[in-house]
């Protein structure tokens, strides 16, 4: 019976450990979503730019977002979203 009780108590340790270091794992910042936006245009895959600049885009908005997605949206030739 002892013997049972310290296997929960250690696999529960387990459980809790794991559990704290998951709740410390962040998304990606609007930096991230930048820069991957930028080496899409560089590579000329202005899908994948969109892509990353709207995600970015939920971080809140300034001058380096609104600047991608212009350069994601000409790219695609859609001049008026541009």
Request: hydrophobic share 45%; charged share 15%.
């Amino acid at each position: 019976m002892p013997r049972l009780l310290i296997q929960y108590i250690r696999s529960m340790m387990i459980c809790t450990v794991l559990g704290v270091f998951s709740l410390q794992v962040q998304a990606q910042s609007q930096a991230a979503y930048l820069k991957a936006g930028n080496e899409c245009l560089a590579k000329s895959d202005p899908f994948c730019a969109l892509h990353h600049f709207r995600m970015a885009l939920e971080y809140g908005e300034n001058a380096a977002v609104c600047q991608g997605l212009g350069q994601a949206e000409k790219a695609l030739h859609n001049y008026r979203q541009a």
